[in-house]
């Protein structure tokens, strides 16, 4: 695969294939019954198939479609969550990831110490996360509720708190999957603000939003998939042309 400079995410013809059980299986003894008596049957099903992408570094890239087209699929393929089943997936960078909502959280920990576990996932050390971490519970607005455990968090409270850990240093890649949609419109345009200052100090976004207006705003670039292959590439305004004109045709 060729490695230009500028460039920081390749994706090459990729694939991702899931074995679906083709009949319902009750508990895991029944599970485990037919599977050494090989009576359980599966089905392939492709979350991906055949996709390509090259992002340059500094770029803003949404990922467009339906539920289940595989946008979630593709960000883990390129966060190195999921292995490509064929094809090949390169990136240059670290990476922040946000794709799902309380990742890295222990949720009977309290706010404070998740900070610094979160924080260590990200490979940050702990002397770091000291000196930034004022910096964190005033940004996410949680200053009120360290002593409380995550669980008792609201789902925006925890995306807020995901959010501020993932952005504390300016990563090469930030990976943002619908989980700012939890939260209220004040702390949502606080965030598209601080993604748009890493914008323009360099860092490459990958942004997926069911809002095509919040598309607009925050990406130059867009995918549009659709049932795991990809429908359309181009600028963000003509993919959600495409796709809202698809979608009012139904």
């Not at 699929?73 to 799902?100: D, F």
């Not at 995918?223 to 590439?233: A, E, N, P, S, Y």
Request: charged share 25%; net charge positive.
């Amino acid at each position: 695969m060729e490695k230009v400079n500028d460039i920081c995410i390749q994706v090459k013809e990729a694939s991702v294939r899931f074995n679906i059980a083709s009949e319902k299986v009750n508990n895991l003894k029944e599970y485990a019954i037919k599977l050494f008596k090989r009576e359980l049957m599966f089905k392939e099903f492709y979350a991906l198939k055949d996709v390509s992408l090259t992002v340059r570094k500094g770029e803003s890239w949404a990922l467009v479609g339906p539920n289940g087209a595989g946008k979630s699929t593709l960000l883990k393929l390129i966060c190195r969550i999921l292995s490509p089943y064929k094809g090949s997936v390169w990136v240059k960078g670290s990476i922040a990831p946000m794709i799902e909502l309380g990742a890295g959280f222990d949720p009977n920990l309290t706010a404070g110490e998740n900070i610094f576990i979160n924080g260590a996932i990200l490979g940050h050390s702990k002397q770091f996360m000291k000196e930034h971490f004022d910096e964190i519970v005033e940004f996410a607005e949680v200053s009120n509720f360290l002593g409380m455990p995550i669980k008792n968090y609201s789902s925006g409270m925890r995306a807020r708190l995901g959010f501020a850990i993932a952005t504390v240093v300016k990563p090469d890649i930030l990976v943002v999957d619908e989980v700012l949609a939890v939260g209220d419109s004040a702390f949502q345009n606080k965030c598209m603000n601080r993604m748009k200052e890493m914008l323009s100090g360099g860092t490459t976004l990958l942004f997926v939003s069911h809002s095509n207006d919040t598309v607009r705003k925050m990406c130059k670039n867009a995918i549009w998939l659709d049932h795991g292959q990809v429908k359309m590439t181009g600028t963000a305004n003509e993919v959600c042309d495409a796709y809202e004109k698809s979608q009012k045709s139904k």
